[in-house]
Structures are given as C-alpha cells and as structure tokens.
C-alpha cells in the first residue's frame, strides 16, 4: 500500500516559499493554541464523553489535508459523522444525481444524511474542530489562514495556488466569516487569495473577533 506521501506525489510548490507572517505568526499561534488547549480541556472531556456515550465509534477524525508549501498533513476534528461515512456519501452520490451535482459544485451536501445528532450540535457550535488546535500548536496549521483544502481539491486553485501554499491553513479564515458553506467554491478560493494578499496581524485579530460572532449565529454552517 502506497503511503499518504507516495499517493499524493503530484502536489508541489512552484513558486518561492515565503511563509506568511514569519515567525511572529508562528509564535503567537503557538502560544495561543497551548493556552486554549490548556482552557479546553474540561470541554474536550465532556465532548468526549457525550459522544462516546451517544455513538462507541472513533472519538476523533482526522483527514489529509494540503499545509504550507504543498506538505500533507492530517487535521484533526471530533468526528461528526457515522463510521461508514464514506461508503454512505458513495452510495448516495450514484444514487441522488442533486446530491453529485451539489457535491462535485462545492464539496458539500445542505442536508447531508452521514452526520450525527451529537455531530450536527457540535458544527453548529464549531466545537468539532477545537482538536485542530493541537495541529495549530505542531506547526501545521494557524489561527488564522486559507481554508484547508483536501488533495482532491487543490486543483481548483489554478494560478492561486502558489498563495495558498505561502500560508498554513487557518482554524479560521476570511472564508468562516463571510459566509462559510453558504459562499461558493470560487468565492472561497477568491477569500484565500485576498487574505494572503492583504495579510497583517491586525487583519488576523479582526478575524479571530468576527469569528465568535459568527460561532454563536451558527450561519452557514451544514
């Protein structure tokens, strides 16, 4: 069996690796996702134990996704969805041709049958993704960055790619606060490219404000 590394060759970076922000964006991500991982711990318990309570399968997800300078690495998320996710999404895309539409339009189903009751709680919340502030603390992602796209996915990119290879990919994003699920792909892509492009800490605090708001209006969130 090929490794995720040998799977994925095709994936590299053409162009000069800047890293966004430097080393102060590095050292302020850390520092933050040790401190919240410290802070959350009484939640992560909890959340832990609901759901094993409610579902005996895996407590965590994790999925490949493309970081900085083209470099695979696996997110981590609570896991939302049933065991056989996979085998489920196959088998409703042969069988719901809106579903394939929708799903090859924006990798994403609106009503999407594979998640759980405790899952749909935790994305509302956004809760299922506070695991990814471990792959913040390990240097895989940030706070703040592009949305982290799948191997699958980084084609869509085109010409933008080399923007979205200069930045890790960020916990949250231009793309969480302007819409989220509700933005297109293209509109995602766009968001990355202008974030990368306008990049300053100063931008990175108004996103990570901005974001409570949107964590606690639920919007676009499926």
Same mark, same amino acid.
């Given at each position: 069996?090929? @490794?995720?590394?040998?799977? =994925?060759?095709?994936?590299? +970076?053409?162009?000069?690796?800047?890293? #966004? $922000?430097?080393?102060?964006?590095?050292?302020?991500?850390?520092? !933050?996702?040790?401190?919240?991982?410290?802070?959350?711990?009484?939640? +992560?318990?909890?959340?832990?134990?609901?759901? %094993? #309570?409610?579902?005996?399968?895996?407590?965590?997800?994790?999925?490949?996704? !493309?970081?900085?300078? $083209? /470099?695979?690495? &696996?997110?981590?998320? +609570?896991?939302?969805?049933?065991?056989?996710?996979?085998?489920?999404?196959?088998?409703?895309?042969?069988?719901?041709?809106?579903?394939?539409?929708?799903?090859? /339009?924006?990798? %994403?189903? @609106?009503?999407?049958?594979?998640?759980?009751?405790?899952? &749909?709680?935790?994305? &509302?919340?956004?809760?299922?993704? #506070?695991?990814?502030?471990?792959? !913040?603390?390990?240097?895989?992602?940030?706070?703040?960055?592009?949305?982290?796209?799948?191997?699958?996915?980084?084609?869509?990119?085109?010409?933008?790619?080399?923007? =979205? +290879?200069?930045? &890790?990919?960020?916990?949250?994003?231009?793309?969480?606060?302007?819409?989220?699920?509700?933005?297109? =792909?293209?509109?995602?892509?766009?968001?990355?490219?202008?974030?990368?492009?306008?990049?300053?800490?100063?931008?990175?605090?108004?996103?990570?404000?901005? @974001?409570?708001? !949107?964590?606690?209006?639920?919007?676009?969130? =499926?």
């Amino acid at each position: 069996m090929r @490794t995720t590394n040998e799977r =994925y060759s095709h994936i590299s +970076f053409t162009g000069r690796l800047r890293v #966004l $922000g430097g080393k102060g964006k590095r050292a302020s991500d850390m520092l !933050v996702a040790l401190f919240g991982i410290i802070i959350f711990i009484p939640i +992560f318990t909890l959340i832990a134990v609901i759901s %094993k #309570l409610a579902d005996p399968g895996p407590l965590i997800y994790s999925h490949v996704r !493309v970081g900085l300078g $083209g /470099r695979l690495f &696996r997110c981590f998320k +609570f896991r939302t969805m049933v065991v056989d996710a996979e085998k489920r999404l196959d088998a409703l895309l042969d069988a719901d041709p809106d579903a394939r539409a929708e799903w090859e /339009r924006s990798q %994403k189903l @609106t009503d999407d049958p594979r998640v759980t009751a405790v899952g &749909r709680l935790l994305r &509302r919340t956004s809760l299922d993704e #506070l695991p990814q502030l471990i792959n !913040v603390a390990r240097g895989e992602m940030s706070l703040v960055g592009p949305r982290p796209v799948s191997p699958s996915e980084i084609w869509r990119y085109g010409e933008r790619v080399d923007l =979205y +290879f200069a930045a &890790r990919p960020g916990l949250s994003g231009l793309w969480q606060i302007s819409g989220r699920s509700d933005c297109s =792909y293209d509109e995602r892509i766009e968001l990355d490219a202008k974030y990368v492009c306008e990049w300053s800490f100063l931008t990175d605090l108004s996103i990570l404000l901005r @974001t409570v708001g !949107v964590v606690l209006n639920g919007r676009g969130v =499926y």
